[in-house]
């Protein structure tokens, strides 16, 4: 049954566009969220789904949690790994995602400064 729910997991966009970043990256939610243009609040639903399957792990780091792929369940259906490393990168949506996770990388940013900067936006709205 195990692998049914992996396999509905992996239909969804969302995951799919989170487990090829974190393919390059090991992440906190915050950056997940910037790269992607998504919520808080949908990074974390997908992010425990996917904890859930034992896709992803995550350890703290200080205030924040990093997010990663979990090599034992990659090891345990390869598939996973197959798709990731090679499908993956022939979707669009998928290469832009790579091209803000590099972006986002070079910038030297780290949770803490994204943030912070999210603040600042926030209280300029009001």
């Not at 997940?32 to 992010?47: A, C, F, K, T």
């Not at 940013?109 to 936006?121: A, D, G, R, T, V």
């Amino acid at each position: 049954m195990e692998l049914v729910q992996i396999l509905k997991a992996l239909g969804d966009e969302n995951r799919i566009r989170i487990l090829n970043i974190l393919n390059d990256a090991e992440l906190c939610v915050g950056e997940i969220e910037h790269i992607l243009g998504m919520s808080q609040s949908n990074v974390s639903r997908h992010l425990t789904k996917l904890f859930n399957l034992k896709i992803v792990i995550f350890g703290k780091k200080a205030q924040w949690v990093f997010y990663k792929l979990n090599q034992s369940i990659l090891g345990e259906y390869p598939f996973i790994k197959s798709l990731i490393d090679t499908e993956l990168s022939k979707i669009e949506q998928c290469q832009k995602d790579m091209e803000k996770l590099t972006c986002y990388k070079e910038s030297g940013m780290s949770c803490e400064q994204l943030k912070e900067c999210k603040e600042l936006l926030e209280s300029k709205r009001l």
